[in-house]
């Protein structure tokens, strides 16, 4: 009797080590092939290089009333 138990407890173990080994080479050969996949495509690559845009500074005649009042209200709030 304790033989049988022993016996479907290593059964259990063997399968839960068993799944975890496959799924964790499984994971590992979906990785090498993304690696390999991102390592033989070219390079990305811009012709011009990329200049940010200047901020161009806020002409206060340009907002709207609500914008206006919300700033307004915001450096009142201020500390």
Do not use: C, G, Y
């Not at 993304?34 to 033989?40: Q, T």
């Amino acid at each position: 009797m304790v033989w049988e138990l022993l016996a479907i407890w290593a059964v259990i173990a063997a399968s839960i080590i068993w799944f975890f080994h496959d799924e964790s080479k499984e994971q590992r050969s979906k990785l090498n092939q993304r690696a390999r996949a991102l390592a033989r495509t070219p390079a990305w690559h811009q012709s011009q290089p990329v200049i940010s845009a200047q901020v161009a500074p806020r002409d206060p005649q340009r907002q709207t009333e609500i914008q206006r009042k919300f700033l307004e209200e915001m450096r009142r709030l201020r500390p």
